[in-house]
């Protein structure tokens, strides 16, 4: 659809999303998974029945699916190691950078500026245990 012809329907259009809810990671070691998010970003870890395991943080959360033993239904083709996450902080990035620093996970860029859903941010960029991308960023 053009730009034009959708701001004309966006305010009616019939799917209106409001949030992202959760997301899934597919990793190679959920224990070592939930220790890096924990002690390095201090996401919340929760066991749901049939040992399904997740990571809350604010009003999301990430579910965990081991490489092999996916959840159905799940993505077409699910690898450790494949994503990009954005995740917003109100820490300081300075903070955060030496909070990084003192549990060992090394920065791999940043800070630099990007541009956010909202706006302008700033961002570091860190490699979770499958080498997914991270980027933890503050909005300026």
Same mark, same amino acid.
């Given at each position: 659809m053009p730009p034009v012809a959708w701001?004309? !329907?966006?305010?009616?259009? *019939? !799917?209106?999303i409001a949030s992202l809810d959760h997301l899934v990671l597919t990793v190679a070691d959920i224990p070592r $998974?939930?220790?890096?998010?924990r002690d390095a970003l201090g996401m919340e870890p929760v066991t749901f029945s049939g040992g399904r395991h997740a990571l809350a943080f604010g009003s999301s959360k990430i579910n965990l699916h081991r490489a092999g033993h996916e959840i159905r239904p799940h993505a #077409?083709? %699910?690898v450790p190691g494949s994503a990009d996450l954005c995740l917003i902080t109100h820490s300081p990035l300075d903070q955060v950078a030496a909070h990084l620093n003192a549990v060992g996970v090394p920065i791999e860029e +940043? %800070? !630099? %500026?990007? $541009? +956010? *859903? #909202? +706006? %302008?941010?700033t961002s570091l960029y860190i490699r979770d245990p499958d080498?997914? #991308?991270i980027e933890i960023s503050n909005y300026d």
């Open positions: 701001e004309s !329907v966006k305010e009616t259009f *019939a !799917v209106r $998974t939930i220790d890096f998010y #077409l083709r %699910p +940043g %800070p !630099v %500026p990007r $541009t +956010g *859903a #909202l +706006g %302008p941010i080498h997914n #991308l």
